[in-house]
């Protein structure tokens, strides 16, 4: 596998599931920035997936990995922003389409979801897919010109 730059976070329902997955991902090589958080006690999901987003927005990390309790909230924080596709994936299957057809740059995690082994197989499965391109990418530059054309109507 091609070494990565990687930012991930997480909240304290993600803590266990992000040590583990930051520690497979060093021992293959990549280069991973720990965001946080770095304990099980209560914090605001939010503040630390917008520190990895940041990263991936400045161009400091490839890609990002973000867990919470469910996931849903870290898909909420990560696609808010323009530029971002986070895919909150449970099995390796959605993890490969994510990467192939969608170009996803962050990949998100039920900490209380799933467990290390399926979250290690989507990691590998994620980090390994190249995207296809082709319509897949007409259809992201549809889904950024759609958003922006939006938010210039909402400004008028």
Same mark, same amino acid.
């Given at each position: 596998m091609e070494k990565k730059k990687i930012v991930i976070a997480c909240?304290?329902? @993600?803590?266990?599931?992000?040590? +583990? #997955?930051k520690?497979?991902?060093?021992?293959? &090589?990549?280069?991973?920035?720990?965001?946080?958080?770095?304990?099980?006690?209560?914090?605001?999901y939010?503040?630390? @997936?917008?520190?990895?987003?940041? +990263? #991936?927005?400045?161009?400091?990390?490839?890609? &990002?990995i973000l867990i919470c309790g469910t996931g849903i909230g870290m898909s909420i924080v990560a696609?808010?922003?323009?530029?971002?596709?986070?895919?909150?994936?449970?099995?390796p299957f959605t993890a490969k389409m994510a990467r192939l057809h969608n170009n996803a740059n962050v990949l998100v995690l039920g900490g209380r979801i799933v467990g290390d082994g399926i979250a290690i197989e989507i990691v590998?499965?994620?980090?390994?897919?190249?995207?296809e391109g082709g319509r897949h990418e007409r259809r992201i530059?549809?889904?950024e010109k759609l958003?922006?054309?939006?938010?210039n109507e909402m400004q008028t």
């Open positions: 909240d304290h329902a @993600g803590y266990f599931l992000k040590e +583990k #997955i520690d497979f991902l060093q021992k293959e &090589g990549h280069e991973v920035e720990d965001m946080g958080c770095f304990s099980c006690s209560s914090v605001d939010p503040e630390y @997936g917008v520190k990895a987003i940041k +990263k #991936i927005l400045n161009k400091e990390a490839e890609y &990002g696609n808010r922003f323009s530029g971002i596709r986070a895919a909150l994936c449970r099995e590998k499965t994620f980090l390994e897919t190249p995207f530059n549809l889904i958003a922006e054309e939006i938010k």
